[in-house]
């Protein structure tokens, strides 16, 4: 034992020596004035008490090193030293939050470059008394226009930085997956599609999986968008035959636009295509249908049909919704517009409705609808109760926002964006009070996250929450995707 214990000792000594040599004290500092400019941009946003540490770097690139301390107003406080990035302890980083939800937390930085230390003015992280879901889960895509290479599914738990593949094409055959959807953040149920030799609409609810035929040619297309009714019987679609053009000049790469498009209502239970005529007009386009969160409104857009693709620009959608009878599974006889296109002279798409009720977030563009690739795309907000509508320009940049989804508690809201280097987008996250006052977004944390957005060549695609851990059985699920067998859906008129 006295042997053990002689060697412990030294061994340990060293340890400390090497950690201590890891450190260095910020002294002779030059005091700045003004707040650092830091990446990502994490002054004074507000975060979710459960959200893992926000490691940051200087914006810059010559910094060698970064101090941060972080304190709340009773004392408590966390550092990090050490190269160019912040790397909190995930435990300590929690204990801290926690004591302060509710209140703010003063985040002190110093950095260390060819010239010295330079010391900043504190700024501020507000801790929210609103938690946050377990995860995210999306698709991750390189940014291309024909063809794609790797890409998959993920989940991501927003405590750690812990992400987990759920289905990566590799596994099918290079396919194209996408467009994870669960019922109103729970993963018992949800849907995605698969385009390829093997296609398939595959929906998971009570504990199976079903793979419908992913085209009908009585439907004359594929089922795409998705967006669950509450009770789980009924997934609204729509149906789009889309093409895309490109061009020559400016800022934008590529337009996608639909020949045409339809929505639907597809009965669960019944394996039933519900159509209606009122969403499924001749020279109209309806698409991005959603369900409201008390299942009695079907949200969708539509826009007038233009000649393709000469007057592409032309196409502007309207923000409308209808009312649905769960218990027959029929629309109602009017459709109401919120948001009239023709007023507005912009076009709105992607509703997403507020799991409480109250609003509908939906992003509005100068013309088209997918607007992932329009950099003037910018989200807005509708009032259901005052039914007004505003940006939201808390959040807008001069890139494309799109691509948004709520939290369960309907207090925090996800976003995709291209304000980052105008060509991948991010995910960020906003907070909003019950009144409708909306704070800055901050991006997705990583461990180091200029290393990682930087050594990322991939975009976030179709994000969404998920309160609890998704569960699939990724080689189940593949086998089932690579077999031939796949249920057949029938069509059924309501009017």
């Given at each position: 034992?006295?042997?053990?214990?002689?060697?412990?000792?030294?061994?340990?000594?060293?340890?400390?020596?090497?950690?201590?040599?890891?450190?260095?004290?910020?002294?002779?500092?030059?005091?700045?004035?003004?707040?650092?400019?830091?990446?990502?941009?994490?002054?004074?946003?507000?975060?979710?008490?459960?959200?893992?540490?926000?490691?940051?770097?200087?914006?810059?690139?010559?910094?060698?090193?970064?101090?941060?301390?972080?304190?709340?107003?009773?004392?408590?406080?966390?550092?990090?030293?050490?190269?160019?990035?912040?790397?909190?302890?995930?435990?300590?980083?929690?204990?801290?939050?926690?004591?302060?939800?509710?209140?703010?937390?003063?985040?002190?930085?110093?950095?260390?470059?060819?010239?010295?230390?330079?010391?900043?003015?504190?700024?501020p992280l507000y801790v929210s008394a609103d938690s946050i879901d377990f995860a995210v889960t999306y698709r991750r895509i390189a940014p291309g226009y024909e063809v794609w290479s790797k890409m998959g599914i993920y989940q991501r738990n927003l405590s750690t930085f812990a992400e987990e593949v759920l289905l990566e094409n590799t596994a099918i055959g290079g396919q194209c997956i996408n467009c994870h959807t669960a019922n109103h953040t729970n993963p018992d149920?949800?849907?995605?599609?698969?385009?390829?030799?093997?296609?398939?609409?595959?929906?998971?609810?009570?504990?199976?999986?079903?793979?419908?035929?992913?085209?009908?040619?009585?439907?004359?297309?594929?089922?795409?968008?998705?967006?669950?009714?509450?009770?789980?019987?009924?997934?609204?679609?729509?149906?789009?035959?889309?093409?895309?053009?490109?061009?020559?000049?400016?800022?934008?790469?590529?337009?996608?636009?639909?020949?045409?498009?339809?929505?639907?209502?597809?009965?669960?239970?019944?394996?039933?295509?519900?159509?209606?005529?009122?969403?499924?007009?001749?020279?109209?386009?309806?698409?991005?249908?959603?369900?409201?969160?008390?299942?009695?409104?079907?949200?969708?857009?539509?826009a007038q049909c233009q000649s393709y693709p000469t007057d592409y620009d032309q196409?502007?959608?309207?923000?409308?919704?209808?009312?649905?009878?769960?218990?027959?599974?029929?629309?109602?006889?009017?459709?109401?517009?919120?948001?009239?296109?023709?007023?507005?002279?912009?076009?709105?798409?992607?509703?997403?409705?507020s799991y409480d009720g109250r609003y509908v977030l939906f992003t509005q563009t100068d013309y088209g609808y997918f607007s992932v690739w329009h950099p003037e795309a910018d989200l807005w907000l509708y009032d259901v109760q005052t039914r007004q509508s505003h940006p939201l320009t808390e959040v807008n940049s001069q890139e494309a926002e799109s691509l948004h989804a709520w939290s369960s508690n309907s207090r925090w809201f996800l976003f995709t964006s291209r304000r980052d280097d105008g060509l991948f987008t991010r995910l960020y996250f906003s907070h909003i009070t019950p009144d409708g006052r909306v704070t800055k977004p901050f991006l997705l944390p990583q461990r180091n996250p200029k290393e990682y957005y930087r050594q990322l060549f991939y975009s976030y695609n179709t994000p969404d929450f998920t309160s609890r851990p998704v569960k699939m059985d990724a080689r189940r699920m593949s086998r089932q995707i690579m077999s031939d067998e796949r249920i057949p859906t029938q069509l059924r008129m309501m009017k």
């Open positions: 034992m006295r042997k053990y214990l002689s060697i412990l000792f030294p061994l340990s000594a060293a340890i400390l020596w090497l950690f201590a040599a890891c450190t260095e004290t910020v002294s002779d500092a030059q005091q700045e004035s003004h707040q650092p400019s830091i990446y990502p941009d994490y002054v004074g946003v507000t975060i979710p008490v459960n959200i893992a540490p926000l490691n940051f770097s200087m914006a810059d690139d010559d910094a060698l090193l970064i101090d941060a301390v972080i304190s709340d107003r009773h004392g408590h406080s966390l550092h990090s030293q050490g190269g160019a990035s912040t790397d909190f302890d995930l435990d300590d980083w929690h204990q801290l939050i926690a004591q302060s939800v509710g209140d703010s937390l003063s985040v002190s930085v110093s950095a260390k470059y060819a010239d010295g230390w330079h010391t900043y003015r504190t700024f149920q949800y849907v995605f599609h698969v385009r390829g030799a093997h296609g398939a609409t595959v929906l998971h609810h009570d504990g199976y999986d079903e793979l419908l035929k992913a085209k009908s040619d009585l439907l004359g297309g594929a089922m795409v968008y998705p967006y669950w009714h509450p009770s789980g019987r009924f997934c609204a679609f729509s149906t789009n035959k889309t093409l895309q053009t490109f061009h020559a000049a400016g800022p934008k790469r590529v337009e996608v636009y639909d020949n045409s498009s339809d929505v639907f209502v597809y009965d669960v239970k019944n394996h039933t295509v519900l159509l209606d005529t009122l969403t499924m007009q001749e020279r109209w386009a309806e698409n991005t249908p959603a369900f409201s969160p008390d299942g009695r409104w079907l949200y969708f857009t539509t196409e502007r959608y309207s923000l409308c919704r209808v009312s649905f009878d769960a218990q027959t599974g029929r629309l109602g006889q009017q459709v109401d517009t919120l948001v009239s296109a023709a007023l507005t002279g912009k076009s709105a798409s992607w509703p997403r409705p």
